[in-house]
Nanobody, 123 residues
Framework: EVQLVESGGGLVQAGGSLRLSCTAS????????IGWFRQAPGKEREGILC????????YYVESVKGRFTISSDNAKNTVYLQMNSLKPEDTAVYYC????????????????WGQGTLVTISS
């Protein structure tokens, strides 16, 4: 059974940090691109950044550059999203997703999704 499980969300004050984890099972982790998406209330789901063996790291949102980083621990089948200098506008449900091809900012290209983890940033 394919599973993606996110963890690490929570409530933090503006300027704080969180690290989200996305642990995968049920597929060959090394062969997939893993993307992080977020969806704020009333807004569409947006791709933030992605990591894959073929594409490296790709950022899709200018506002997170310099604040968010993505990394992968293939031995643990886990991708991390380190989020620093958090802002209230980063408040959203964060999802990780896996794609058998390449990284993409388009959410419907992805094959598998986690359940999401809520990140709330207070001002």
């Amino acid at each position: 059974e394919v599973q993606l499980v996110e963890s690490g969300g929570g409530l933090v004050q503006a300027g704080g940090s969180l690290r989200l984890s996305c642990t995968a099972s049920g597929f060959t982790f090394d062969d997939y691109a893993i993307g992080w998406f977020r969806q704020a209330p009333g807004k569409e789901r947006e791709g933030i950044l992605c990591i894959s063996n073929s594409d490296g790291i790709t950022y899709y949102v200018e506002s997170v550059k310099g604040r968010f980083t993505i990394s992968s621990d293939n031995a643990k089948n886990t991708v991390y999203l380190q989020m620093n200098s958090l802002k209230p506008e980063d408040t959203a449900v964060y999802y990780c997703a896996a794609d058998a091809g390449h990284c993409s900012r388009v959410y419907y290209y992805y094959d598998y999704w986690g359940q999401g983890t809520l990140v709330t940033i207070s001002s």
